[in-house]
């Protein structure tokens, strides 16, 4: 191999280490944890009183500075409760339903602070969920785990604060679009999920 050759092999694996490089730097991941409160309309109580778990990590592509394309990975816990209280209490009617939700969001970041990061975002995006978990107390629904829908579709708004470039706090309103419950023969009407979510994010 002559020397040109070897230059010309020198200048192509160059160009490939920096644009691989480049490419990379517009990936950053994040880690979440917060809770939900969470009802389901159609199932006769009101209010959001089921208290869950929201955790998992976060996936972001910079499109542009202020344009974001977001992937999460999440266990999230949803359903309803006749009232807001922690595990199970006597006679309190019960919905718990557990999922793993990969949401795909379109946030718009702004208010720039030190060319390091943006101080407020707005979001908006679907959500599919696959149900892990039901369990069901003092309710209409108790003995009928099975009949809850596995696979779910969801949208999502929400926006959130960032503290520093590494720590934010988001808040997110999640309804489903199809129906959490399959078996139509028992039900006038379908069951749709709402939740809450209140949660923290830092960034790696």
Same mark, same amino acid.
């Given at each position: 191999?002559? =020397? ?5 092999? &020198? ?12 490419? /990379?730097?517009? %990936? ?10 969470a ?5 006769? &109580? /009101?209010? *959001? ?41 006597p006679?309190?009617?019960?919905? /718990? ?16 602070i ?6 407020? %975002?707005?979001?908006?995006? &679907? ?12 309710? *209409? ?12 579709l969801? %949208?999502? +708004?929400?926006?959130? &604060? =960032? ?8 808040? =997110? ?11 139509? =023969? ?5 069951? *749709?999920?709402? *939740?809450?979510?209140?949660? +923290?994010?830092?960034?790696?």
């Amino acid at each position: 191999m002559n =020397r040109m050759c070897r230059q010309v092999i &020198l200048i192509v694996a160059l160009c490939v280490i920096s644009y691989s490089s480049s490419y /990379a730097q517009r %990936f950053s991941a994040s880690v979440l944890v917060g809770s939900n409160f969470a009802q389901i309309d159609g199932d006769d &109580l /009101a209010g *959001f009183n089921k208290l869950g778990l929201s955790a998992g990590i976060l996936t972001e592509y910079e499109i542009k500075s202020n344009r974001i394309l977001t992937v999460e990975l999440l266990y999230n816990q949803t359903g309803s409760k006749s009232a807001l209280s922690f595990g199970r209490a006597p006679g309190v009617e019960y919905i /718990a339903l557990s999922y793993v939700d990969i949401p795909v969001l379109f946030r718009i970041n702004d208010w720039e602070i030190d060319d390091t990061y943006h101080k407020v %975002f707005i979001e908006a995006g &679907l959500s599919l969920g696959r149900l892990i978990n039901a369990e069901v107390d003092n309710s *209409f629904f108790e003995g009928l785990e099975t009949d809850f829908t596995k696979t779910k579709l969801n %949208f999502a +708004l929400g926006g959130g &604060l =960032r503290f520093n470039r590494h720590l934010g706090f988001n808040v =997110r309103y999640s309804r489903s679009i199809n129906s959490l419950y399959e078996n139509e =023969r028992l039900l006038a009407r379908s069951l *749709f999920g709402y *939740f809450l979510t209140f949660r +923290l994010e830092y960034k790696l």
